[in-house]
């Protein structure tokens, strides 16, 4: 079992407010993502790192940042938050070596912006 | 463009055996997964396949033909907690996931 962790799991927030959604994982994997994900859509990557100091952005743009000081950590912040960010917001890690790069995910945040 | 098609959503019964389907199209490919995820959940990883061929295991069982760009998930003996999204994957040539919109599988007793 994947040690992966998110907070909050849950969100209410207004509009305009900066947020940032944390998390962690301890099995020291170099490559973290972000996902964001619709009911009963697929995922989009939003940013992904390849380690410490490294971060990329995916195909979807949502106006946020990531930053990757610690290995363990990589925290998504958006700086005003929008109706339209309203969505569950995927954190997963993976070895990042090999073919075999096994994605595991954390329990994820629901986000819902007033 | 990248694409992967699943269906949207099958029925089976309890007990019964389903095949889920995936085909592709990628620039590149190194793996095919499959993940299950539970309504308001995170995926889960269930199979990696990178050869063509039959993987086993358990009640689960994924299938890949390169050739054909398909993949197919077989569940066996079906039960009440196997209803769930499937999700399949499939890593390009940059060594990114391309994820499909998943195939919601509901059992019926």
């Known amino acids: 079992e994947a040690d992966i962790y998110q907070t909050p799991r849950y969100l209410v927030i207004g509009t305009g407010k900066k947020i940032t959604l944390e998390c962690s994982q301890t099995m020291g994997h170099d490559k973290m993502y972000w996902y964001q994900q619709d009911p009963g859509m697929e995922l989009h990557l939003i940013h992904y790192s390849y380690g410490v100091n490294s971060t990329e952005k995916g195909d979807l743009s949502s106006e946020s940042t990531v930053s990757r000081i610690r290995t363990e950590h990589f925290p998504l912040t958006l700086e005003s938050a929008r109706p339209s960010h309203t969505s569950q917001y995927l954190c997963?890690?993976?070895?990042?070596?090999?073919?075999?790069?096994?994605?595991?995910f954390g329990p994820g945040t629901r986000l819902t912006v007033l | 463009g990248q694409n992967i098609d699943q269906p949207t959503e099958m029925t089976a019964t309890e007990g019964a055996i389903v095949q889920i389907n995936c085909t592709y199209q990628?620039?590149?490919?190194?793996?095919l997964f499959w993940y299950q995820q539970h309504a308001g959940e995170a995926p889960t990883f269930l199979s990696y396949?990178?050869l063509d061929g039959l993987e086993e295991k358990g009640r689960f069982s994924s299938f890949l033909s390169r050739s054909k760009g398909y993949s197919y998930l077989l569940l066996k003996e079906l039960q009440m907690k196997d209803s769930a999204s499937y999700l399949c994957a499939v890593m390009d040539s940059n060594y990114q996931l391309i994820w499909g919109a998943g195939t919601k599988l509901i059992i019926k007793p």
């Open positions: 997963a890690s993976s070895v990042g070596q090999g073919d075999t790069d096994t994605q595991y």
């Open positions: 990628t620039s590149g490919f190194n793996g």
């Open positions: 396949n990178v």
